[in-house]
């Protein structure tokens, strides 16, 4: 028969404790004894416990040269913000996502039980504890592709005013592609991300007008060969899939400055890394979009509409809504023949500093004659804190200050199939998707 009595002592500075035992125990147990003061009394800790979770959910932006104001690879580094991140974690605002329901393969939200562990490690004195000998990720340097086979940067640095509205500004850079090239990573680098709104890579084919002799108009056969907007990463297509650069194309950076008060120089760059072989499927970038609204002063929750048919078939890969600063919540669905419509993908809030891309687990089969909708809502109250102007009467525009509406997704067809040949009908003469 044995009898214990115990208390924990945490010391002033909540790293060290102390167990006291008062055992009283009969010779015929002494393997309890020895079991007894073999008890370890574990603590959470920035090396055995918190790391693993940075390094798998938060390092690819809280790293040197990231878009994060502050790394976390080091304890050095991370124990200042310890406070800030048991807040962010807790309330669900970091790591960014928005997507209410769905299976996305990029989804970086933490479980519960990681949330906790960060909750008690702020709680506990944010505690080091001893090295540990785990395989730290090798972040690649410069790039977030595993590998970059071509990259390509704008030919000069384009000056950004301190103030003022700045148009759309087009940039055109050669490939040199001798031969086709199938893309299976991108990633879009921004020099002055502070000041970049957004960036569409567009591939123009050889001897296509645009962007010569005034032909300013985006041709619809032009297909989209990535999109960078605040939060956005590199993007690597499923094996057998690939976006195609046709030998002779050129690639167009369509570039959104905004400004912040200090003046800026920027030089945009694209790496890409290629597929090792011709793929099975071509990846297109498609959208809807709806230009025609006005979003009265005052309104909370303004709802704009657009619906399409898909044309041809094809597999559904991934969701990437676009508003601006006024843009509370989007959502994506399906209109089967019969019964309710189906939500694909419903993000809110909706966030203009954070702009996801939402990539299903699952690639989703979709036939031809498939009819989609989205839907958008809008906050142009008082109450919305980054309105530039609740008085205001809203449109559509390019500037930040005016609204957008547009559901980009990408499918994946046979690898013969162009973005014009996908809009072709087969003598069907229902409206389609708007290119």
């Known amino acids: 028969m ?17 167990l006291h035992i008062e055992l009283h125990i009969e010779r015929r147990a002494p393997a309890l004894l020895f079991f007894l003061f073999c008890l370890p009394v574990w603590a959470v800790t920035f090396e055995s416990d918190v790391a693993p979770i940075l390094e798998q959910h938060c390092q690819r932006c809280h790293r040197a ?11 050095a580094q991370t124990r200042p913000w310890a406070a800030a991140i048991r807040e962010q974690v807790t309330l669900r605002r970091m790591p960014p996502w928005f997507a209410v329901s769905g299976d996305f393969e990029n989804n970086p939200s933490l479980t519960q039980k990681q949330i906790s562990t960060l909750r008690e490690w702020a709680d506990t004195g944010a505690v080091e504890g001893p090295a540990q000998s785990l395989a730290t990720p090798a972040w690649p340097s410069g790039w977030n592709l595993k590998r970059t086979d071509a990259s390509f940067e704008m030919a000069e640095s384009f000056a950004i005013p301190a103030s003022g509205a700045v148009d759309y500004q087009y ?8 031969q086709d090239r199938w893309v299976q990573g991108a990633e879009i680098r921004p020099g002055a991300r502070a000041n970049v709104h957004h960036v569409v890579v567009y591939v123009r084919e050889k001897n296509s007008p645009w962007l010569r002799d005034g032909h300013m108009a985006i041709p619809p056969k032009s297909d989209i060969l990535l999109i960078y907007t605040p939060g956005s990463d590199a993007r690597m297509l499923p094996a057998g899939m690939a976006k195609k650069v046709d030998a002779g194309s050129d690639l167009v950076f369509q570039i959104h400055y905004t400004t912040n008060g200090k003046a800026a120089l920027d030089r945009t760059k694209i790496g890409l890394q290629f597929a090792p072989s011709v793929p099975l499927k071509r990846v297109l970038t498609l959208q809807m979009g709806n230009s025609a609204f006005h979003i009265p002063p005052g309104n909370a929750n303004f709802p704009v509409l657009v619906r399409g048919t898909l044309p041809n078939d094809a597999e559904l ?14 959502e ?37 004659g498939t009819k989609f909708e989205w839907e958008a809502w809008f906050d142009n109250s008082a109450n919305n804190p980054r309105n530039p102007d609740a008085k205001a009467t809203v449109t559509y525009g390019e500037q930040s200050w005016e609204e957008m509406m547009i559901g980009f997704f990408d ?25």
């Open 317 to 330: 890969l991934s969701f990437f809504p676009h508003m601006h600063l006024r843009g509370k919540a989007f």
């Open 411 to 435: 499918v994946a067809v046979p690898a013969g199939v162009t973005k014009e040949k996908f809009f072709e009908r087969a003598g069907r003469q229902e409206n389609s998707l708007p290119r």
């Open 2 to 18: 044995f009898r214990w009595m115990g208390h924990i002592n945490q010391s002033t500075i909540a790293t060290s404790f102390t």
């Open 332 to 368: 994506y669905r399906m209109i089967p023949p019969r019964g309710p419509a189906q939500v694909l993908l419903r993000v809110e809030p909706y966030d203009f500093y954070w702009q996801l891309d939402y990539v299903l687990r699952q690639a989703l089969k979709l036939a031809a």
């Open 171 to 178: 940039f055109v850079i050669s490939t040199k592609f001798t």
């Open 65 to 75: 040269g990231e878009i994060a104001p502050m790394s976390f690879e080091t304890y």
